[in-house]
């Protein structure tokens, strides 16, 4: 048998799945090859559908891409003073400008910029030998769990519904995933109680748990974790020695106030020792969320905390493989956490730039959230943060009856018939895990605000129309 | 050591090619320039600042970007129109047909390894071919994904040739210990031992890897520095297209970067694996491996295409081009041969040449008091020297141990990068330690 016949390949990766890229965005593509106009809401890409790039961090970058530009005596005409004084700031930070390999875990003095950054946020002081950049965040949270996983025996919990990242990673490393349910009922809330039964039911079949994740903001699901919920986690955590790794990319995407956004670190240190000194915890951040929405740059960080240092060295072992992250997206990272001040030149353009951004993200969060609550059928939650409406789609027995006919999970069925019918391209709830015979779609909520009235007019009359022509009375798929 | 000369030199043993005050090209780095500009929609005209070609190619980019949005994830694989792009540089270096289809950008060419690794090794049973010495992503990213690093020692003595007798030996060897043999690395220019291979090497290789059903990993990042008129680049694509073996007959993976050549921009992290021979089902695998980390970061993948397809006769910027290339290369040659020349002459060192890549790896014949001395310091006697090096004049090199060596040899890696007119003092430098370390331990 030859090297790469399909037999003999890596079975883990064939387990592995990634929905957001999967059949529904593939049929999408094909789809638009032929022409038919597609309105791609299965991954959270806010430039791709029409958001502005921030002006500053890209006049900033383009200087330190073309330092020569510096030379110019024309350069003040086209850049304002502070990002010029910013380009020449980070350039000299590097040894040999964007084109060299930077420290492993990415330049110190983006680290630093990011340490301040988590210190004015939380109260506490970070350290940036701790803060290790990435290209992405997705690429932090691989290498951590590649770290933690030895074998099958090893278990993460991931709460259910989750991104894929983490299934497919666990999968990939040959790791075993604890599920953890949220309850949607309850505005997607975290039970302690769920948790516990989750862990002694993966011990009972000689599984060792070893580390919790959290999505918060929640990806697909969108809620805010309160403080109580996140003191409750890491108690948890704390008693059963599990690393909690703490994905907290759209900390800058909360839509509403009565739940802000803490980090789980805040928490962490607010509970004060010993517990603040014993938990284990990994943070991811990115420039590709927020009001940056920068995904095409591939900038992101992990920041550690109590994690013994020979652990580190291991960490920092394999990072060096990689050489070093991107340097243009560090500098993002450093914009990012280091934006302009009041008082900058920069400063009101910038400002007008990020809280158009967020309002509308806001406005857009709840006439999604509004317009499938309209539809037959359709169920769904407020969508308190991050980029996502994730509604519950009640589909009649019929429909079920006809996906099975067709070999189509019901919700990729559903997916697909919307995705024929409109151009809407969404990921079926089956991609993030779900409580069984219950189904969802998630999309963002990133199309162009004018476009929103006409997206959810073109999908309520198609779920409509499904709807009727699957309806009888014989009870739908329920929570 | 002088203070003026610490701060304007300290050879290092990376790639920091941008470290050794060579430039960026100008062309290549005014059009991403651009592309940020435009994306700004600013509309001042630049025709102070920027080539009119590179604007034109700027803008051409732009269009191929959905949404002119270079924010955005693209697709998987890379931006289609950066890939057809890089298709037709392929094509025109090997003069055989290129599918953008079979191309996946990635955040430099490391993670295209890694993939590969980890497609092809389900556990320690599964091994890999890979010369020895080795660029140590082999075998870190073997060790990661679980599988078996299989060793094939190329021959120093022939200036590091690989020999067929050797690759059989060791491939019987490898099954009779039960290890299923899933592929062959080949590096070419090597590293960290520079050697580029003869086309009739290549040939042997390709046939090897048919018969034997491996697929060829062909590490192709350094086809850019080849510093010897005797000696040519050949795609390994190319060798077996040329041999006649077609699209479907075997499968070879092609990596190439934006690290090195004469760019040497390691910061971006650009870089591709071209994939041919492969069985759609396993495509779909790796699309899918990629998809999971969305894209590859899209600064590096427009550099990418920018070095595959660079200014072409008639373009404005084609002159400039052509001569910071040139500038470029004949220095990187230049120092080649005097750091080579310099380490021959000392006395206990050997150094084959470096026909191509970016390294030099002499061989330490160390006397025996030395190698005593490294043992009481629970030391490699590569590394206790390197150590020594590095603690008397500041210069670092690899040890040879991290490449892996035949038993019982000790080198070193050192860069060829150093700026030229500072190399006269680190011959100096590495002559005068060398020479009081030889002292202190000839036997």
């Known amino acids: ?479 | 050591m002088q203070s003026e000369e610490r701060l304007s030199f300290w050879p290092r043993d990376y790639n920091k090619t941008c470290k050794k005050n060579q430039v960026p090209t100008l062309s290549m780095r005014s059009s991403i320039a651009i592309l940020e500009i435009l994306n700004l929609l600013i509309s001042v005209p630049l025709h102070s600042l920027e080539s009119a070609d590179a604007i034109r190619r700027a803008s051409e980019i732009l269009n191929q970007i959905p949404a002119r949005a270079t924010g955005a994830y693209s697709h998987s694989q890379g931006i289609k129109g950066l890939r057809d792009t890089i298709a037709a540089g392929i094509e025109a270096r090997d003069s055989f047909p290129a599918d953008p289809n079979d191309i996946f950008l990635t955040d430099g060419a490391s993670p295209g390894v890694h993939m590969m690794m980890q497609l092809l090794l389900s556990s320690e049973n599964d091994g890999i071919l890979c010369p020895i010495p080795q660029y140590p992503l082999y075998s870190a990213s073997i060790t990661l994904h679980g599988g078996t690093l299989v060793p094939y020692y190329l021959d120093e003595a022939t200036g590091w040739g690989l020999e067929m007798s050797e690759l059989k030996k060791q491939l019987e060897d490898a099954k009779s210990k039960g290890i299923t043999v899933k592929a062959l690395v080949v590096i070419n220019p090597g590293n960290p031992t520079g050697q580029v291979l003869s086309e009739e090497n290549q040939r042997d290789i390709v046939k090897f890897c048919k018969n034997e059903g491996l697929v060829l990993l062909a590490d192709e990042v350094y086809q850019g520095n080849v510093y010897v008129p005797e000696k040519k680049f050949h795609s390994f694509k190319k060798v077996a297209r040329l041999m006649g073996y077609g699209e479907t007959d075997i499968p070879v993976v092609s990596f190439q970067s934006v690290s090195k050549g004469y760019h040497g921009e390691c910061g971006k992290r650009g870089g591709y694996m071209e994939v041919t021979g492969l069985r759609h089902e396993i495509r779909e695998q790796i699309y899918k491996l990629a998809s999971v980390n969305l894209c590859a970061n899209i600064s590096g993948q427009i550099l990418a295409s920018l070095v595959m397809y660079p200014p072409k006769l008639g373009d404005e910027s084609y002159e400039s081009y052509i001569a910071e290339k040139e500038q470029i290369l004949s220095s990187l040659a230049r120092r080649a041969k005097t750091l080579e020349d310099g380490f021959n002459n000392l006395e206990g060192i050997t150094c084959n040449k470096a026909e191509g890549a970016m390294y030099l790896f002499p061989q330490l014949h160390l006397p025996q008091k030395a190698i005593k001395a490294a043992e009481a310091a629970k030391k490699a006697p590569d590394a206790f020297y390197a150590r020594r090096l590095l603690d008397a004049t500041g210069v670092v090199v690899v040890p040879g141990s991290g490449f892996r060596q035949v038993p019982g040899t000790w080198h070193f890696r050192c860069t060829i990068l150093p700026p030229e007119d500072k190399i006269p003092a680190v011959v100096h430098r590495l002559t005068e330690f060398h020479t009081a370390f030889m002292d202190e331990f000839r036997d």
Not at chain 1, 311 to 320: G, L
């Open chain 1, 1 to 479: 048998m030859a090297a790469l016949d399909y037999e003999s390949i890596n079975e883990n990766v064939k387990k592995a799945q990634y929905a957001v890229r999967g059949e529904l965005y593939l049929r999408a593509s094909e789809l638009q090859k032929e022409g038919k106009k597609i309105i791609f809401t299965n991954v959270g890409n806010p430039h791709a559908l029409g958001q502005k790039p921030l002006t500053f961090p890209r006049q900033v970058v383009a200087l330190c891409q073309a330092p020569f530009l510096l030379d110019d005596p024309n350069v003040g005409l086209i850049f304002p003073a502070d990002a010029i004084a910013r380009a020449k700031y980070y350039l000299g930070l590097t040894s040999g400008g964007l084109g060299a390999y930077s420290d492993s875990r990415g330049l110190p003095g983006i680290r630093k910029e990011v340490a301040e950054f988590i210190e004015k946020r939380d109260g506490y002081p970070s350290d940036p030998e701790l803060i290790y950049l990435t290209d992405g965040a997705s690429k932090g949270v691989m290498q951590i769990l590649q770290t933690i996983i030895r074998g099958q025996g090893d278990g993460i919990l991931v709460p259910v519904p989750q991104y894929p990242l983490y299934s497919a990673a666990i999968t990939l490393f040959g790791g075993s995933l604890v599920p953890y349910y949220l309850e949607e009922t309850a505005n997607w809330g975290l039970d302690i109680q769920n948790l516990r039964e989750s862990v002694a039911e993966s011990r009972a079949r000689g599984i060792t748990v070893r580390a919790m994740v959290i999505i918060n903001p929640g990806n697909p699901t969108g809620q805010c974790l309160s403080v109580a919920n996140l003191k409750e986690i890491l108690k948890f955590c704390n008693q059963e020695k599990l690393v909690l790794l703490g994905d907290e990319v759209y900390q800058q995407n909360v839509y509403q106030d009565e739940r802000p956004f803490i980090s789980a670190r805040k928490v962490l240190m607010d509970m004060g020792p010993p517990i603040s000194k014993e938990v284990q915890l990994v943070s991811f951040h990115t420039v590709s969320k927020g009001y940056w929405g920068e995904c095409g740059q591939r900038g992101g960080y992990l920041e550690m905390t109590n994690i013994p240092p020979q652990t580190v060295d291991e960490i920092y072992k394999v990072a060096s493989i990689s050489l070093s992250p991107n340097v243009p997206g560090q500098i993002f990272m450093g914009v990012m956490v280091n934006p302009p001040k009041p008082g900058d030149i920069s400063y009101d353009r910038f400002a007008r730039e990020s809280k158009g951004i967020l309002g509308s993200l806001r406005k857009r969060a709840q006439i999604m959230t509004d317009g499938f609550n309209s539809c037959r059928n359709v169920v769904c939650n407020f969508t308190e943060g991050a980029m996502y409406s994730f509604p519950q789609v009640r589909l009649p027995p019929k429909a079920i009856e006809a996906a099975k006919k067709a070999g189509k999970v019901p919700d990729v069925f559903y997916c697909l018939r919307l995705l024929e019918a409109t151009g809407i391209s969404t990921v079926p709830g089956s991609g993030f895990g779900q409580k069984d015979g219950v189904f969802h779609l998630r999309t963002t909520i990133l199309p162009a605000e004018e476009d929103m009235p006409a997206i959810m007019s073109s999908f309520k009359k198609f779920n409509d129309e499904f709807m009727e022509q699957y309806e009888d009375n014989r009870g739908y798929s329920r929570m």
